[in-house]
């Protein structure tokens, strides 16, 4: 079927691209394997990631995008274009029209620079819509009504929470705290505690197995391997869910901070309709174990994880793309 849609989730962890009529189609890591002898691009996306903290000094896998906004411009315009064109085969016959997730608290700068590499990796038209938007209409959130809705959005890069009413973000705050900085926090309490270093991927790895925001009674534990920083050799330990809870519960004070900020930033109208409707999570950092528990305690408000919270976002994106016209005061800009 000639398509000439496509939505992307573009993540600082992981890219979903979305295609109407056919649903969320890829679901990558935002990950990029570079040669440094040519600088050619060696791999995209599923197989990067298994390069990385495993490549010699001729490669470096790394990820094009750091806290929600392009890093690295020319490797971004390359992972880009490969998605695109794994979505609906060659871009140069078929430039398609492509709609970008962003974070709420970009600037113009970044968001042109995320403009100019959707139309460098081969659209017709580039469109960009913020994130918790995107999350809110993946959601199954009427925003276009004249009633509050409050969307916490917690993905890789950044946590966006925002209140939307009439299609349109009345207040907003984005904080460059989420997975990535989670994962990093659990790095840093094992070699401090242990004395153990560990890669990203089993940092993640514990994250997604063990990982909960409030300690539990009944705790999940898992054998980790890494280097002992005394002797330099491999080292196995266990590791339980209570100390991950420990570990990362100065992120999730941010995290609360953030959604505290915003409520104090909204008008008291749409505060009440909060307060009768519950905040959603989205995002994959909705996924981790108590956190919406942690949320309702800490804020006084119902907080509850949407349904498939890592797919939003790219739903969103793609229901925004099939009917512009509704939701054009959403959408932010557009280049031909």
């Not at 315009?77 to 078929?94: D, H, P, S």
């Not at 460098?120 to 469109?127: E, F, L, S």
């Not at 950044?158 to 705050?173: D, K, M, R």
Request: hydrophobic content about 45%.
């Amino acid at each position: 079927m000639f398509v000439k849609k496509v939505g992307i989730d573009l993540g600082t962890a992981n890219t979903l691209v979305y295609v109407p009529g056919r649903g969320i189609v890829i679901d990558e890591p935002s990950v990029v394997a570079v040669s440094m002898d040519d600088n050619s691009i060696l791999a995209v996306g599923n197989e990067a990631k298994m390069m990385l903290g495993r490549t010699p000094d001729t490669i470096v896998a790394s990820r094009p995008l750091k806290d929600g906004v392009i890093a690295d411009y020319r490797v971004t315009e390359a992972m880009l274009k490969y998605f695109i064109t794994k979505a609906i085969g060659n871009v140069r016959m078929f430039r398609p029209e492509v709609m970008v997730s962003i974070p709420a608290g970009i600037t113009s700068t970044e968001r042109r620079a995320v403009i100019d590499a959707t139309i460098q990796a081969g659209a017709k038209a580039a469109y960009v819509i913020k994130e918790p938007v995107a999350a809110a209409i993946g959601a199954g959130i009427p925003i276009a009504q004249s009633s509050g809705n409050m969307v916490i959005d917690i993905g890789g890069g950044t946590t966006e929470v925002a209140v939307i009413s009439l299609g349109g973000i009345v207040a907003a705050s984005s904080a460059r705290v989420a997975g990535d900085k989670l994962d990093q926090a659990i790095a840093d309490y094992i070699r401090k505690k242990h004395g153990l270093a560990i890669g990203d991927r089993t940092s993640e790895e514990i994250k997604i197995k063990i990982g909960s925001a409030i300690p539990a009674k009944k705790e999940q534990c898992m054998e980790i391997k890494g280097r002992d920083m005394v002797s330099g050799l491999p080292q196995t330990i266990k590791i339980c869910s209570n100390e991950v809870a420990e570990s990362i519960k100065e992120e999730l004070r941010e995290v609360l901070q953030t959604i505290k900020s915003v409520l104090q930033d909204t008008p008291p109208e749409l505060s009440a309709d909060v307060i009768d409707k519950g905040m959603v999570l989205t995002g994959g950092g909705a996924l981790l174990r108590g956190l919406d528990t942690l949320i309702t305690k800490s804020i006084g408000v119902l907080c509850y994880v949407s349904e498939d919270p890592l797919l939003c976002v790219a739903k969103g994106n793609g229901i925004a793309l099939e009917n512009l016209d509704s939701y054009k005061r959403s959408v932010l800009s557009a280049k031909k």
